[in-house]
């Protein structure tokens, strides 16, 4: 795992001996992605510099240090990532009689590139990955991304200086950054807390979708004020659509077979590493699977990280505890305080660069810098609940969908615009002392449903945490995105694999992935994700749901393959997730934090917000009358980044914990 950067200006502008420390000083405030080692490469006559640090994983001699030449001296690689089949392609390669210096999954993808060309190469990489390959023939760039959204990677155009980073502090150290906020990506934060891809907080700067690649010239960079689109080289889409066409026939008992020795042959691949492994584990079925497997392809008890935490409602730390001891892993839990975890909270403006609201980054964070010292790689289970069902609001959103299309679709909608504008409030005031707290926010979500149509419709105001995140953000109409883009219409699907799709395409590439990379590189350690495998990810798509959901209950075929590992009784219980009580502190111990971040007078001042919102819902969250507490994260997080974004030179740098 490393931190990439580099510009690219043609014009002609750029001075030679400047080259260099520029992109060095872009690649110093990655420090934390790469503490091992710094390499800057650049070709004066193009108007190109290349920049990388290095976390070494997998060879560990200079001849893994980036960038790195290709054999045939072609091309200039920067590499951000592990390919987990590059011996495999590079046994391939040895029989075209491609020589090799090292040992690295680097060199294999330069060898690969120079023989196969970028597209093939990219087709035949199982693995995470973002890169920058610089043509020295033809003059040009490309950028690439992994399938599912691993690894990230910006870009922007400023003036005729075109910059990429994995992180947005590495480009703002470039003499041509400048920035202004874009209302429109700050209206989707608002929405889901987190900034879809492309977008990003600053307008002009972009996220490079997953599974794309980004070609750019001189040509486009001198004579266009815009850059091409991204191409495709895998398509979730086209997966998903083929797991539709052709589900698996076989009978369940033989597709938990499969499953199985898929998973293993991931897990293997994702245990290489020249360095400490371990894995995270909740006790939950996603991350007992990933360390079941593990353990069963290990000779050495697997290291294993818990954090635990006083209040049982979020305390996940006994659970994995039982996992761990039947599983006989060497396990190590840490109890931290709420005071520990709230210390957190002034990092994570610098740690992820833009807002950013997913309170369970807190957590993570947390745990990634318990592994970190012990393991320099540590495996998790994430994307487990997308890829075969497991969220509990699939269940409950299927419900409410069925139930739905049993009312004339006019009536729905009637009913819907008739009560969707009844505030929160007024509801909490009706149902709250029948039904209990948060009713309110139910209600309100339940007729801007009945007043949409679609099935992805739907969805998107059921996983959004404001339906009208205008009424805050002055200005801020939002773009199209993933949940948006009709396009991405998965015609003949049920509700349950759309659901999925949405969350594939959006929130976990674009929530998840976000939070556990920017947690665990903040501390120098890479996570890998098994379950993102492209070949699991093809076979999960082929699933029917009767292998996926049974009742209320998700992960049907996964719970039978980790059966045969852990006992039934060590996993069957309410899925928790991974939490701290933001509402709760809000009301207490960061009250008066929160309450400086949104004083009135400043927040007219921005002009950003609109204040006299924002004040509604702080004053009904700390009377008790609604719990706000998701809308005020985000709110929080966007006014914390602002003012760590102004009280600091542009490419401060964090420290690495």
Not at 81 to 106: A, C, H, Q, W
Not at 245 to 258: C, G, K, M, Q
């Amino acid at each position: 795992m490393c931190g990439i950067c580099g510009f690219f200006d043609p014009s002609g502008n750029t001075i030679r001996e400047a080259m260099l420390p520029v992109v060095g000083s872009m690649a110093s405030r990655m420090v934390h992605r790469g503490p091992d080692e710094e390499g800057t490469w650049c070709d004066p006559e193009a108007g190109l510099a290349l920049g990388h640090r290095r976390l070494s994983i997998i060879d560990l001699t200079p001849t893994g240090c980036q960038p790195m030449e290709s054999f045939c001296g072609r091309y200039v690689i920067v590499f951000n990532g592990e390919i987990y089949n590059f011996m495999d392609i590079r046994r391939k390669l040895e029989r075209e009689s491609v020589p090799f210096r090292g040992r690295s999954d680097t060199e294999v993808v330069l060898a690969a590139v120079s023989v196969w060309g970028v597209r093939r190469t990219l087709e035949s990489m199982v693995g995470m990955f973002a890169f920058a390959l610089w043509d020295k023939r033809e003059r040009r760039l490309t950028l690439a991304r992994d399938r599912m959204g691993e690894k990230p990677l910006y870009y922007s155009l400023m003036g005729t200086t075109f910059l990429f980073a994995s992180e947005l502090k590495a480009m703002k150290a470039h003499p041509s950054w400048h920035w202004s906020i874009d209302r429109g990506a700050l209206a989707l934060f608002i929405r889901h807390n987190y900034i879809p891809a492309p977008w990003s907080i600053y307008e002009g700067v972009f996220k490079l979708p997953p599974a794309t690649m980004l070609t750019v010239g001189a040509e486009e960079l001198t004579r266009s004020a815009t850059l091409p689109d991204p191409q495709e080289y895998w398509s979730l889409r086209s997966v998903m659509q083929e797991g539709i066409a052709s589900p698996f026939a076989e009978d369940e008992e033989e597709v938990a077979l499969r499953l199985e020795h898929l998973l293993l042959d991931s897990v293997k691949g994702q245990m290489m590493a020249d360095v400490p492994l371990g894995a995270f584990l909740s006790g939950g079925i996603d991350s007992s699977t990933v360390v079941a497997l593990m353990q069963s392809l290990s000779t050495r008890p697997v290291k294993t990280f818990t954090i635990g935490f006083r209040e049982d409602k979020y305390n996940e730390a006994e659970h994995a505890k039982a996992v761990a001891r039947h599983l006989g892993t060497d396990h190590t839990e840490l109890y931290v305080t709420s005071e520990e975890a709230m210390s957190v909270i002034s990092k994570l403006p610098s740690l992820y660069d833009e807002p950013f609201a997913d309170s369970s980054q807190i957590p993570t964070y947390l745990v990634s810098q318990l592994a970190r010292r012990h393991v320099t790689v540590s495996l998790s289970g994430d994307a487990g609940d997308e890829l075969f069902a497991g969220y509990g609001r699939y269940m409950t959103a299927n419900a409410r969908w069925e139930k739905l299309q049993r009312l004339p679709a006019l009536l729905r909608k009637g009913i819907g615009q008739l009560f969707s504008g009844v505030s929160v409030e007024r509801w909490e005031a009706i149902l709250n002392p029948i039904l209990g707290e948060r009713c309110g926010i139910k209600a309100q979500k339940l007729f801007e449903i009945l007043a949409d149509g679609t099935p992805e419709r739907f969805y998107r105001v059921l996983v959004s945490q404001w339906n009208a995140p205008s009424t805050f953000v002055i200005g801020g109409n939002e773009p199209l995105t993933a949940l948006t883009d009709e396009s991405n219409a998965l015609p003949g699907a049920d509700f349950f694999r759309r659901m999925q799709y949405l969350d594939m395409l959006s929130y976990l590439p674009d929530d998840i992935l976000v939070k556990v990379d920017r947690a665990a590189m903040g501390v120098s350690l890479e996570s890998r994700v098994p379950f993102l495998d492209y070949r699991v990810v093809e076979f999960a798509a082929r699933l029917p749901l009767a292998m996926k959901v049974e009742g209320n209950t998700g992960k049907r075929v996964l719970r039978k393959v980790l059966y045969k590992y852990v006992p039934k009784e060590l996993l069957e219980r309410p899925k928790m997730g991974f939490g701290v009580p933001v509402a709760e502190w809000l009301r207490g111990p960061l009250r008066e934090w929160a309450n400086d971040l949104l004083d009135p007078a400043k927040m007219k001042q921005e002009s950003w917000l609109n204040s006299e919102s924002v004040q509604g819902k702080w004053k009904a969250h700390l009377t008790g009358k609604a719990d706000w507490s998701g809308l005020l994260w985000s709110i929080l997080m966007f006014q914390a980044w602002q003012v760590d974004e102004y009280a600091k030179p542009p490419g401060v740098t964090i420290e690495v914990a």
